[in-house]
Nanobody, 125 residues
């Protein structure tokens, strides 16, 4: 069982940067592939980025590629999402997710077993 707690969301302006963190507890963090998803009002939850158990492989949605960077620190049991050049369409609740796997990548919502409670990111124009 993995518990996930996101932080770092907030209000930003177009072009700003934010860094989200997701702290994991309750299991061997390095055994898990991690992902970030987001859900805007009235829309389905969508994939944003994923990182392999070691941090050696990453994969991004086209909408964020080149602007967002996912990383992890297994010593700190934490995964990060650095978000640069934010746009109003990035406004959403951001969720981190975990799947116990050494395979990669995992991009579907149903691929993940554990979810955090989400953190709101609002980008104004």
């Amino acid at each position: 069982q993995v518990q996930l707690l996101e932080s770092g969301g907030g209000l930003a302006q177009t072009g700003d940067s934010l860094r989200l963190s997701c702290a994991a507890s309750g299991a061997t963090f390095s055994s898990y592939a991690m992902g970030w998803f987001r859900q805007a009002p009235g829309k389905e939850r969508e994939f944003v980025a994923t990182i392999s158990w070691s941090g050696g492989s990453t994969y991004y949605a086209d909408s964020v590629k080149g602007r967002f960077t996912i990383s992890r620190d297994n010593a700190k049991n934490t995964v990060y999402l650095q978000m640069n050049r934010l746009k109003p369409e990035d406004t959403a609740v951001y969720y981190c997710a975990a799947r116990r796997s050494y395979s990669f990548p995992w991009v579907q919502r149903a691929d993940y077993d554990y979810w955090g409670q989400g953190t709101q990111v609002t980008v104004s124009s």
